[in-house]
């Protein structure tokens, strides 16, 4: 199984774009953090106040001004055409997984229901398998679960486990309903709405891929 990603751990943050991320997202990342901007999430970057390394995507979503300034601050661009297979968001992720073991996605919520959909599911594609992926969207937070990951949040905060791509078999600690070693199927709604009984439970899994999400 593989464990929680370490403090030694290389983290890349994905901006995303939709609705902007918070302050207290921006406020939450980990010290002078690595940035890829998914083609609007350019704009968010630097409205934030970030220096972004790398922004991917067809760029139809970037302001002129926000991309003349990525260039002159030497952000590379890498420039999608517009009719393409994947989405800005998972152009992005191909990149970030390939420098980091972790990845935080920030932004991308609001906006079309379709993007949002996309945006959540690419999270737990078998393409990055190896990385520790979450999202933090409109105040909550979504974690891909391989293996084991503990869920940073308090006593009485709400979990909700969703199996993507086919039945997931789950053991849980610290959930006011738990699970041991039980396969939660994809298309139920068996896993919304759990709630942590201790701080920090973990949600471990042996075969499929579990989506925690904890608005």
């Known amino acids: 199984m593989r464990p929680d990603p370490g403090t030694g751990s290389a983290v890349v943050t994905v901006v995303a774009g939709g609705n902007p991320p918070t302050p207290a997202e921006i406020a939450r990342l980990p010290a ?16 934030a106040g970030l220096t972004v390394a790398v922004a991917v995507g067809d760029m139809d979503s970037v302001a002129t001004e926000a991309l003349s300034a990525a260039e002159r601050a030497g952000t590379r661009i890498e420039h999608h055409p517009m009719d393409k297979d994947r989405t ?11 420098l980091a073991d972790r990845v935080i996605v920030i932004g991308g919520g609001g906006g079309r229901l379709d993007h949002l959909i996309g945006n959540l599911v690419v999270l737990a594609s078998p393409t990055w398998a190896g990385v520790a992926i979450e999202a933090w969207q409109d105040g909550a937070r979504a974690l891909v679960v391989r293996g084991q990951r503990t869920l940073e949040v308090e006593p009485g905060a709400t979990v909700s486990l969703f199996a993507l791509g086919g039945p997931a078999r789950v ?18 709604s068996r896993g919304v709405s759990n709630r942590a009984t201790t701080s920090c439970p973990t949600v471990s899994v042996t075969e499929g891929v579990i989506l925690a999400v904890m608005p």
Do not use: K
């Open 88 to 98: 800005d968001l998972e152009l992005a992720l191909e990149l970030a997984t390939r």
């Open 32 to 47: 002078n953090p690595v940035i890829v901007a998914a083609d609007a999430g350019l704009n968010h970057a630097l409205a």
């Open 171 to 188: 053991t849980t600690t610290g959930l006011i309903w738990p699970l041991d070693n039980e396969v939660l199927e994809p298309l139920t």
